[in-house]
Structures are given as C-alpha cells and as structure tokens.
C-alpha cells in the first residue's frame, strides 16, 4: 500500500472512530435561516425558488434547466447583473450606508471602512476608467493585486461592463501569471506596485512585467499605488488606477449595469496545479451567482447585522465566492484582511475579531493547526463573545483539530460547519447546517439541500464502499447544484453550446463542465 493510501486510511479510521456528538444549541436552532423541513424540498423547487427570491432579474428566467446530456444550462432565458445584484440594488433599497467592507491592512494603523454607496462610487469611477480604455463586454481581464480593496472592485467593475475576469493569486510567480493570461487571451492586466506580507513586501509589478514580456495578447495594464514603492512604468502600455480614475463620473447612470444571459461567463478561476497543469475553471452568471448566495444564507446563517469574515485570500475560489459575490449578494458586512496571521505577533487575527465584533469565521484546517502550534494564549487575550459560527474550508479537518477550534476560538459553544467543495463547483456541497445537523469532530456531514451526492467505484456503481470510489454527484451529474461551471479542454467564450462532464468516475462533482465552442482555445486540459 502507498505512503498516501496508508495516510488516508488512517484518515477515515480516525473519523470512523470519532464518538463526540454536537446538537445544534437550541437558541440558535430556533432562529436559524435553515430550518430541519429544508430537506424535504423537491430540489428542482428548491434551486427555482432561490433563482427567483436570491437575485434579482432584468429579465426572468423561462426554465430552471435544459438538460441534454451532456449539456446543460441554468436559469434558461434570464438575464441579470451581477455587479448590479452585489452592489446597485442595496444602495437603491436604502442599505447605502451599511458596511460592506471593514477593509484591514497588514500595518496596524492601516484600515478603512467601506460603505455599500462607497463601494458603487469607487466600482462605477473604475468601471468608467476601464471603458476609456476601451474595454467592452467580452473583453477578458487580468487580475493580480494582494488583498487590497481594489481588488474586489477590479473584479466588480469587471462584472458590470460584462468583461470576464481571471484572478491571479499573488503570491504566484511571474511564469504562473503569464500562463494563465495567455490561456484566457487578456487584453488588459490590473496589477499593482507592491504587496504587503509579513512586513516585507511582495514585488508584483516587477513580476507582472516579467509576465507581460511573454504575455502577447496583453496591450494595456492598470497599477495601483499600494506602497509608494519605484516601479517602472512602460510607455504606451502600463496606466496609473489613481489617475485614471480621477475625474471619471460615480454616478451609476454614467455606467448601466450590463445587461448579462444566464450563461454568459463571469469569471475564470484556475485550479492550483498541485497534482497537474493548472486547469481553467469557467463560472458563468446566473447558476454561480444563485449557489454562492443560496449556501453562504443558509450555510452561514447570516443575519442583517452581521460581520463576517472568511479569512481566505480573494485569489482562490474561496474568496471569489465567499468573500466577493455571495456575501455582497446577501448584503452582508465582510471583513478583508490584507496580511498574515502573525504579523506583527500571533494574535493578530483574534484582535481582529474583538475590533469589529466578528459572529462568523471562515478558515482553512492548515490556519486553524498553526494557531493550535502557537498556543491558545493569544485567542486567550481576546474578547471572543461575538463569535456564533465557524467554518472550516480548504481541506480535511481532522477531530483534534475541530475540537481546538471549537474549544478554544469558539468558547464550546458555537456550531462548527466543516464544508467540503471545489473550485470546480463554485459552492459549497456537502456541509453541516447550523441549525439542524448534529455535527461530528472530522466530518462535512451530509449534502446541501438540492445536492444528490455519491460514491462511484470504477464500474460506476453507485454507494461504493467508503476510500473506494471516486466522489460524484447523483443523476448522472444533473442534481449537483445550480452553480453553471465549466473546466476548460479548449476554453471558449461560451456564446456558443457548452457540455457538463457527467461521466464516472469521476474528480470533482459533475456540475463541471467543459465549453465546447466559441473564440477563444487555451493550452489546459480538464
């Protein structure tokens, strides 16, 4: 047996033997936004449901799916902005005011707290700023920026001029940006000087030019100043987001919200590569948008006063759905935090929560393990009693582990929600609900409300025996979830057909799918 098959027996014998048992506390089951009859639910009424109440349509859907395997759309026939659901329609309910993000940068003294209507302005400035440069719907853009406020509204402007956007995490290297600007064709890269990490800073301009030497495709480039840092600014190519944006109308009548089909493409999200050639993951408009503010509802059971924070970094597919759009959806104040846990001591991310009164957390297991490596000390020195919900996301959390988290950070007190899913889901699948599961120390529990999960075996028997089979979701892929995504053989703009990859067995839930026409071919393989 393998070094790896061996560890992760050991990993399911370790679960498999877990007895500890936690019932949700009844306050909080009684005011919960799930409630136990949630599972009763036809799922096709289910996901129809939140289509029609989640979002709101410039255009209402005809049909909740067309299904022709191996094709499949959502929300057939409808038309909506994402951008326009995230930010506009707060603003015109009267939320202008409320906080959408508590903004936290790496150096102690560095914050900023950004209003729904602050928000609109800085994305309609921006999005004006990108139109001067000539971009229109269609054009397909380049992200690489730290976790800086910019950084969302890169990506919110992006969606309401209806360009699609590819994050680059940045702490990749320069070869990893320029392969995936050339696998998606940007024409334009937003970037900024530096970053800030742990108290050093990260050179993104000077990788970003090293990236746009092999990166054909890319004419123009838009640099924030974040540090002040000396970095070269090529003629012709390379554009300043301050002076850019100088001048240019907030008024959102300058800049309507683009009008969007159910299945236009709104970002592109490429896996890490750890096991393979990086793989382009396609997320299209209505389905995504729909799944990550239909999970992050009633998974995180967020409530109008709400502070949430999902401590991930907006590069990776967490922070695009569970940071960006289905909070902002929600309407629901977020916290980003620019640097790492440790900086400028261990308990940084704990002060953090007493400051602005955190009630949700969202973390990775690998987080949760270093804070248990430095001691409970530096939660210790905190006030931690606004905390009513964690998370956990990224990978297995083994029982020690969720037992510190919950202990320790959450005061045993609180429900911890273990979500399993992938960048090639968009959302999360398989997950506790706060309200009405009893959790279990190591496990993700069962599948959302609408999700048919299984295990396959090689022969595509379904329910094969636990550490045997490949995960799957049931009905041969169509009752997964309503998040339309694609992985990309030969990426295309998806104007035209484009299939799910129902086929067993096999790596990821079948909602991913592979786009099968249209203008653009990339170099990855699903």
Not at 86 to 115: F, M, Q, S
Request: hydrophobic fraction near 35%.
């Amino acid at each position: 047996m393998s070094e790896a098959a061996t560890t992760t027996g050991h990993a399911i014998e370790t679960i498999l033997l877990e007895e500890r048992k936690y019932p949700p506390p009844e306050k909080f089951a009684a005011q919960a936004n799930a409630k136990a009859d949630i599972y009763d639910r036809d799922w096709q009424e289910f996901w129809e449901t939140e289509g029609r109440e989640r979002v709101t349509w410039l255009k209402e859907f005809d049909e909740l799916l067309e299904w022709e395997q191996p094709y499949a759309k959502w929300y057939v026939g409808g038309k909506l902005n994402v951008t326009y659901n995230c930010v506009d329609r707060h603003v015109e309910a009267g939320l202008g005011d409320k906080v959408a993000y508590y903004w936290e940068g790496e150096p102690e003294d560095d914050r900023r707290t950004i209003t729904f209507a602050d928000l609109q302005a800085e994305v309609v400035r921006f999005t004006n700023a990108l139109k001067s440069l000539g971009l229109k719907k269609g054009t397909p853009v380049g992200i690489y920026m730290g976790m800086v406020p910019e950084l969302p509204v890169a990506m919110l402007a992006c969606a309401r001029l209806g360009a699609p956007h590819t994050v680059v995490f940045g702490g990749f290297s320069a070869d990893s940006l320029s392969g995936r600007l050339n696998d998606m064709e940007c024409e334009l890269l937003i970037t900024q000087d530096e970053g800030l990490r742990n108290g050093a800073t990260v050179p993104l301009k000077v990788n970003a030019d090293e990236a746009l030497a092999d990166s054909p495709t890319v004419k123009q480039a838009v640099v924030l100043r974040r540090t002040g840092g000396e970095v070269e600014m090529k003629e012709g190519r390379d554009r300043s987001w301050h002076e850019l944006v100088e001048g240019q109308s907030d008024d959102p009548s300058s800049c309507p919200c683009e009008e969007m089909d159910a299945e236009d493409l709104l970002y592109l999200l490429y896996t890490s590569g750890t096991t393979a050639k990086p793989k382009g993951i396609v997320h299209t408009t209505a389905g995504y948008l729909v799944g990550v503010a239909a999970t992050h509802h009633y998974i995180f059971d967020v409530k109008p006063d709400s502070v949430y924070w999902c401590a991930a970094d907006i590069g990776w597919v967490t922070g695009h759905s569970y940071i960006v759009y289905g909070p902002l959806c929600n309407g629901t104040t977020g916290i980003i935090y620019e640097g790492v846990p440790n900086y400028p001591d261990k308990d940084r991310w704990w002060s953090i929560v007493e400051r602005y009164q955190v009630d949700i957390l969202y973390t990775a297991p690998t987080a949760i393990r270093t804070h248990m490596k430095w001691g409970p000390e530096h939660a210790q020195k905190h006030d931690l009693s606004s905390l009513r919900l964690l998370g956990t996301v990224g990978e297995p959390i083994n029982p020690e582990a969720w037992m510190w988290y919950r202990e320790v950070v959450g005061g045993d007190r609180v429900p911890v929600v273990d979500t399993w899913w992938q960048t090639e889901t968009g959302m999360i699948l398989i997950t506790p609900l706060p309200g009405v599961t009893t959790t279990k120390p190591g496990s993700a529990t069962k599948p959302f409300p609408g999700v048919d999960a299984a295990v396959y075996d090689e022969q595509e028997t379904r329910s094969a025996p636990v550490g045997a089979g490949t995960s799957c979701c049931g009905d041969r892929g169509r009752r997964c979830c309503a998040g339309s995504t694609r992985t990309t053989g030969a990426i295309a703009r998806p104007t035209g057909r484009s299939t799910r990859t129902p086929t067993l067995p096999v790596t990821a839930p079948a909602s991913t799918r592979t786009a099968t026409s249209g203008s653009w071919a990339g170099s990855t393989t699903s």
